[in-house]
């Protein structure tokens, strides 16, 4: 039978801290068999199979741990979710802990120290695609709950979901949960994909920057012309294209997107300038772009960033006037700025800004809403005082991010309210989306215990 909340004993927060420590080798090695799947959620990259035996190792591992009616969700983007829960004491109230096992593409594999797909410890961190983002994220809420059983049991009732198409922000998970809003209905939702502001910093993410992804194709000829016998009145679409993409921002380097407000400020902890440098690997004698506090340009205000563009290599390049050329454009947007407004003055700015009479075709391939939590809740609460006992005396800070969780903003909407938090692994060392992704295992240490013990203060508030 199960313990009513109410006469519940609490675990001794040391007993609990020494178990967290002793389940880090098993932490590791999941943490390993987990990062060798290369579950990059692109079959034009990975094989699909990839996802497929990532997804089936994490719903394993949640029904090993005694959650219920563990499922495989195929979502409409063609990916698949995995979805568990596992019932709390009578009265008690339900966290959701959210992670991915999807991961970013390695990139150039020959710039890694250590093989991508293969956990590597060197230098007191352990190396590989994902370890962080959000592979680690799952470890830590497994490594949570499996703390709790052994100190009498989970206090709460817990539904674990981890999306398989996070990094390709297609929104599977986020249409299949407003189809099925009953499925992830909670008190409060645990995000496990954000991260400290530094190592040993304790921090809860309370903003998020939404996103507009778009593709821009330019188109000024009918086919690519000699430059020496047309170039000067032949109007070139790579030159219209860096015309266009050149007017995004202001010679400061601030975004500037026709109609779009980009003064906001951030109140709250700041990021000094030369922090910033050093955690961004700013090389000497180059500038930092844009105005206002560093804290203002990557939490509080919109930022455009070329992804990629279309165009001949340097090796192998004709002397041609090109007649067609495109880009990927990607442009962040700021807490209390809607993403349907911000995409629409992006892809007029997009058009109106073409020289020459260029034909300019802009195509939306992704989106996401900004995102902020209401940090007076009883959560923020429980998860200071967790992260006080987790990192020795010292206080929780409160941050924003620059990225985009779009699962975040459905939450909200469908769950009005549900306190919500972000925590994880992703502090600036991780060198998340980058080569050589890393994560320290002395913060999946804390962050474990940390919300092993938010979950029984939580359980305890919510009497």
């Known amino acids: 039978m199960e ?34 799947f290369k579950s990059v959620a692109d079959e034009a990259q990975f094989p699909r199979s990839e996802c ?11 029904r090993a741990e005694g959650l219920r009616d563990v499922a495989l969700l195929d979502t409409p983007d063609g990916t698949r979710s995995v979805y568990g829960y596992l019932p709390g004491p009578e009265g008690s109230p339900t966290v959701l802990l959210y992670a991915h096992y999807d991961v970013q593409p390695p990139l150039d594999e020959a710039a890694w120290l250590s093989p991508p797909f293969e956990l590597t410890e060197r230098d007191g961190r352990w190396y590989g695609r994902g370890s962080a983002d959000c592979k680690g994220g799952v470890i830590m809420h497994l490594t949570a709950l499996r703390a709790l059983r052994e100190h009498g049991g989970v206090p709460v009732g817990v539904k674990v979901i981890v999306e398989g198409s996070e990094e390709q922000g297609t929104g599977g998970l986020e249409r299949y949960a407003e189809a099925h809003p009953e499925l992830l209905t909670a008190d409060a939702v645990v995000i496990g994909d954000a991260g400290n502001f530094r190592v040993g910093l304790p921090t809860v993410t309370a903003s998020l920057r939404g996103m507009s992804n778009f593709r821009v194709q330019v188109d000024t000829l ?56 050093r955690d961004a690997k700013v090389l000497d004698g180059v500038e930092l772009i844009g105005g206002g506090t560093v804290a203002d340009r990557i939490w509080a205000r919109p930022a455009v960033t070329v992804l990629g563009i279309d165009c001949p290599p340097v090796i192998g390049a004709t002397s041609s006037v090109q007649a067609s050329a495109r880009a990927t454009v990607s442009l962040r947007v700021p807490p209390g700025v809607d993403e349907a407004e911000a995409a629409e003055l992006l892809s007029a700015h997009l058009v109106s800004a073409a020289p020459w009479g260029a034909r300019v075709t802009v195509e939306k391939t992704g989106q996401g809403q900004p995102f902020r939590a209401d940090t007076s809740s009883p959560a923020y609460a429980s998860m200071a005082e967790a992260m006080r006992v987790a990192y020795e005396g010292q206080e929780m800070q409160i941050s924003g991010m620059g990225g985009s969780i779009p699962l975040c903003n459905t939450l909200t909407s469908l769950y009005p309210e549900a306190e919500m938090l972000l925590i994880g692994l992703s502090e600036p060392e991780a060198q998340i989306h980058a080569v050589n992704e890393s994560v320290s295992p002395e913060e999946l240490e804390r962050l474990s215990l940390a919300e092993a013990l938010f979950l029984v203060n939580y359980a305890d508030a919510k009497r």
């Open 222 to 277: 009918e086919g690519n012309l000699h430059s020496g016998q047309f170039g000067g009145a032949a109007p070139d679409a790579l030159a219209a294209l860096i015309r266009i993409l050149d007017s995004l921002r202001a010679e400061d380097g601030s975004t500037t997107v026709d109609g779009l407000d980009a003064g906001a400020t951030w109140e709250g902890l700041q990021y000094q300038e030369e922090d910033f440098r």
């Open 3 to 36: 313990q009513s909340q109410a006469h519940r004993p609490q675990p001794d927060q040391a007993a609990l801290a020494a178990t967290v420590a002793a389940l880090q080798p098993r932490a590791r090695t999941e943490l390993a068999e987990l990062v060798a």
């Open 52 to 62: 497929e035996a990532a997804a089936n190792w994490v719903a394993d591992a949640l």
